[in-house]
């Protein structure tokens, strides 16, 4: 992996103006997500020709039909979450593991699923080549989670799907939050934030997003 002074040499710059301009002036101002997104060398987690790229405000594609999140909804959907530090965070959807490493950042043990191979080989080679080594990837259908290391503290979905997948919930402890984009028709979701309760469920809609596709079991 390059390392950031061969690259782009404004890279901390960018950086430190994403946070300003697209998470503060937002209203993602939760001090230890702006830390951990300050930290996270986003570049690294895009094709080398789109790096310039990597710190402005659009979600931009990494390969077989996924994207990465736009800097905005990784810090909302992260700032929702309350991770702590020692968290169990089950994510659905690796991707390009850039939401994978804001966690890790954040002191989490995250357990992410994806079911894309190549997007799941060449997340694990950019963990571990940044030292990432609190993630632990799987190649499998994320509708199901990953009832061997349940239960979880926080469950994170990063893809849209028709209903919140009823697996998925079976694996959140008591006191646990997760967050599910829930489909309204394909790339239209709503933002969905389930807290469990001494056995309850409780239901918050936190507004429109759009995502891809969550394709599996429990989803389209």
Not at 101 to 117: N, P, T
Not at 149 to 177: K, N, Y
Not at 194 to 220: A, C, Y
Request: glycine fraction near 10%.
């Amino acid at each position: 992996m390059n390392s950031e002074s061969s690259l782009i040499p404004d890279q901390r710059r960018c950086r430190e103006r994403m946070v300003r301009e697209h998470l503060l002036a937002r209203g993602v101002d939760d001090p230890r997500v702006v830390a951990a997104m300050s930290t996270v060398r986003r570049h690294l987690f895009v094709d080398e020709a789109l790096q310039g790229q990597a710190y402005g405000p659009n979600a931009l594609p990494i390969g077989c039909g996924q994207t990465i999140s736009q800097p905005y909804v990784v810090g909302m959907m992260t700032m929702y979450l309350q991770v702590q530090s020692g968290h169990r965070v089950l994510e659905i959807g690796t991707g390009s593991a850039y939401q994978a490493a804001v966690l890790a950042e954040m002191g989490a043990d995250v357990f992410s699923v994806e079911r894309i191979r190549p997007l799941y080989r060449n997340a694990w080679r950019r963990l571990q080549a940044l030292g990432y080594h609190r993630v632990r990837l799987k190649l499998d259908d994320g509708t199901m989670g990953w009832p061997e290391e349940a239960p979880f503290d926080r469950i994170l979905v990063t893809a849209g799907g028709p209903e919140i997948p009823v697996p998925l919930l079976s694996q959140l402890t008591d006191q646990g939050v997760m967050l599910v984009p829930v489909g309204i028709g394909k790339r239209q979701q709503r933002l969905v934030r389930l807290r469990k309760d001494e056995g309850k469920v409780f239901k918050q809609e936190l507004g429109n997003v759009s995502f891809v596709d969550l394709v599996g079991s429990h989803g389209w």
